[in-house]
C-alpha cells in the first residue's frame, strides 16, 4: 500500500512555529493527522491535490496552513501559535478527493512537541 513520508517535527515553545513536509506519490489528496500519547488519532487537515480544496479542524484552523510545491511533490502544514496540546506524533497519509476516505496505510510519523 502507498505510505507517505512525513518529517520536520521538532521542539519549539509555545506560541512558536513549525512546518512539516509530506512527500507523495499519487496525484490524490494528502491528509495530516495526529496522535498524542494515550489519545487516538485525530484528523487534523487535508489538502485535495486536483483543485487545492483544504479542510481542517477546528482545533487547527487559523493556526495551520497546507500549501504544496508541485515540482517537489511536496505537501507542506505550516503551524504557527503552536500549543502544548498540539505535541503529538504527526502523520500524513493518501486520501480521496473527496477529503474523507483514507487510502494507504500509516508512515512513521514525526514528533512534534510543544513546551510550556
Known amino acids: 500500500q502507498v505510505q507517505l513520508e512525513e518529517s520536520g517535527g521538532g521542539l519549539v515553545q509555545a506560541g512558536g512555529s513549525l512546518s512539516l513536509s509530506c512527500k507523495y506519490s499519487e496525484e490524490s489528496a494528502v491528509g495530516w493527522f495526529r496522535q498524542a500519547a494515550g489519545q487516538e488519532r485525530e484528523f487534523v487537515s487535508a489538502?485535495?491535490?486536483?483543485?487545492?480544496?483544504?479542510r481542517y479542524s477546528d482545533s487547527v484552523k487559523g493556526r495551520f496552513t497546507n500549501s504544496r510545491d508541485n515540482a517537489r511533490k511536496t505537501i507542506y502544514l505550516q503551524m504557527n501559535c503552536l500549543r502544548p496540546e498540539d505535541t503529538a506524533v504527526y502523520y500524513c497519509?493518501?486520501?480521496?478527493?473527496?477529503?474523507?476516505?483514507?487510502?494507504?496505510?500509516w508512515g512513521q510519523g514525526t514528533q512534534v512537541t510543544v513546551s510550556s
Open positions: 489538502i485535495n491535490l486536483h483543485g487545492g480544496t483544504t
Open positions: 497519509r493518501l486520501m480521496s478527493t473527496t477529503l474523507n476516505i483514507r487510502l494507504g496505510s
